[in-house]
């Protein structure tokens, strides 16, 4: 089946710090979308991105479709202590919002004050 | 505010008891949901996509027997584990998917089976 390889697994930064993390896959994807999970919650969706090359900001969030359509990556700006959370990537090779999507390992991101 | 909802939040049980989670689409009429189980410090693995009026489509390697899926209405998904055992306890996650817009996930519901 399908898989994401995300990376990195974990990181421990300090506030005001870039972050910058990423997904690949061994397949084509159609959408990349980024979530963020706090613990004992459901994810919440970040940024969606549809087409190879997309660049797509959202605050201090920025993520890029991969030319290739085979990968993505998430830059947080200017970090703060609630960026605290597990990112995940999720890919979707179908055509339609109904689609399956593959879910990356996720990325625990820990902001030092 | 929220537009999916689950309960319980937080369930504990019995080895062998049942347990019936429920999933709530609150401002849409959702035909399709998704149930996802997350393991601690591990990534969403799709169990099944929950079609109203229909039967669920299962992922490979879940036991359709085990997690029966519901949808008999355009707002409500239930997903039962029968007969749980403790390496059932997970973190039981709905989505919601629509036409046009990406998968609504739920809260969550903790399953702790003792």
């Known amino acids: 089946g399908q898989q994401l390889n995300q990376s990195p697994q974990s990181m421990f930064i300090q506030e005001g710090e870039d972050v910058s993390m990423n997904c690949t896959s061994s397949?084509?994807?159609?959408?990349w979308l980024w979530y963020k999970q706090d613990p004992g919650e459901g994810p919440v969706l970040l940024i969606a991105?549809?087409?190879?090359?997309e660049l797509t900001s959202n605050g201090r969030l920025t993520a890029q479709f991969g030319i290739t359509r085979k990968d993505s990556f998430l830059n947080i700006s200017a970090s703060i202590p609630s960026d605290v959370g597990i990112y995940f990537c999720?890919?979707?090779?179908?055509?339609?919002?109904?689609?399956?999507?593959?879910f990356g390992q996720g990325t625990i991101l820990t902001v030092h004050p | 505010g929220a537009v999916v909802s689950q309960h319980p939040s937080r369930v504990i049980c019995k080895s062998g008891t049942s347990v019936k989670i429920e999933c709530r689409s609150l401002?849409?009429?959702?035909?399709?949901m998704f149930w996802y189980r997350q393991f601690p410090k591990q990534s969403l693995m799709l169990m099944a996509t929950s079609n109203e009026g229909s039967k669920a489509t299962y992922e490979q390697g879940v036991e359709k027997d085990k997690f029966l899926i519901n949808h008999a209405s355009l707002t409500l998904s239930t997903l039962t584990v029968t007969s749980a055992h403790p390496e059932d306890s997970s973190f039981y996650i709905c989505?919601?998917?629509?036409?046009?817009?990406?998968?609504?996930f739920g809260p969550g519901t903790r399953l702790t089976v003792l």
């Open positions: 999720a890919g979707r090779s179908g055509g339609t919002s109904y689609g399956k999507l593959t």
């Open positions: 397949s084509i994807f159609n959408t």
């Open positions: 991105l549809y087409k190879a090359g």
């Open positions: 989505s919601r998917g629509q036409q046009g817009v990406e998968q609504f």
């Open positions: 401002d849409f009429q959702a035909t399709t």
